[in-house]
């Protein structure tokens, strides 16, 4: 039993100084990172919690609070699979633990957690493949926020841990503002993301408003989900002929389950999101 907890202690005592090892890393250069940073270019905000402060949810680790508001776009920093989403959790609900979540997992086995998403914020889903730049959620102040909105941002070495131990720095390829002589973004500064006017995986330019539809492939039930309200919503298939057509009431909506039980093949979705069109394919087996 002694020996026992003599190893555990080493172990910890070693995971201790690992970790403050760590936080002296000195990464290359932004503009070589495989990263872009987690909302559109043109936009700005401040790292109001950076890397390994003394004190505070950063100690010895690894992590970025950027001051986003609720209900702002976040984007896929690196292209990847989403491994895991949750989005229950009330945006006033402050209790550690209850954070809305989407993680993506890259081609090297590194992981990104974007946290405390709005509530249904999700704009993937799990086991979807995203694009670097692509939006994946809705900004909020779900869970351990103190009731400040914010985006926290975290990469791991590999998906075996989500321990802070287990967190990589990260800096960014389009990073317009100050960096530290680590390379790392600096706690306090505010940060421009560079780069032409994107056009999303569905050809709209620029990255609002955006949709995602899934399951795609669909058996049966799909899921249609939008950054901002959709006014109508039409299916047709792959000879035109309609399949499907809804106009909403009002201010419109910005989630609709669409039932294509008994159909099958390639169909093509066109929805009217405030005036612009957003075109989709969709395979039903």
């Known amino acids: 039993m002694i020996r026992t907890l003599l190893l555990f202690s080493a172990l910890f005592f070693s995971a201790t100084i690992i970790a403050q090892v760590n936080c002296d890393t000195i990464l290359p250069p932004p503009s070589g990172s495989p990263y872009v940073l987690p909302y559109p270019p043109g936009k700005t905000y401040k790292v109001i919690q950076g890397n390994c402060p003394a004190i505070g949810g950063h100690a010895n680790t690894f992590a970025y609070d950027f001051d986003t508001q609720t209900g702002d776009t976040i984007v896929a ?54 694009s670097q730049g692509q939006p994946i ?5 779900s869970g351990n926020t103190g009731g400040v909105p914010h985006l926290h941002l975290q990469a791991f070495r590999d998906g075996t841990s989500y321990d802070k131990w287990n967190a990589i720095p990260l800096n960014f390829s389009n990073t317009d503002g100050p960096v530290n002589g680590q390379n790392l973004l600096v706690s306090g500064q505010s940060y421009t993301a560079l780069g032409d006017t994107p056009v999303d995986v569905h050809g709209l330019s620029g990255m609002e408003p955006a949709m995602v539809v899934f399951p795609n492939p669909a058996e049966g039930e799909i899921h249609l989900r939008a950054t901002r309200p959709m006014r109508e919503i039409r299916i047709v298939d792959s000879l035109g002929r309609l399949a499907f057509q809804q106009k909403m009431e009002g201010a419109g909506t910005r989630e609709v389950y669409v039932d294509m039980s008994g159909k099958t093949g390639l169909f093509f979705l066109a929805a009217n999101i405030e005036g612009r069109q957003v075109a989709q394919k969709i395979l039903v087996r």
């Open 77 to 130: 920093c690196r292209q990847g699979v989403v491994i895991w989403v949750n989005e229950q959790y009330a945006d006033n609900d402050w209790a550690s633990g209850h954070e809305n979540n989407v993680f993506v997992r890259h081609n090297d086995g590194t992981v990104i957690r974007y946290t405390h998403l709005q509530q249904n914020g999700a704009l993937a889903n799990a086991n979807s493949a995203v």
């Open 137 to 141: 959620g809705l900004s909020g102040s």
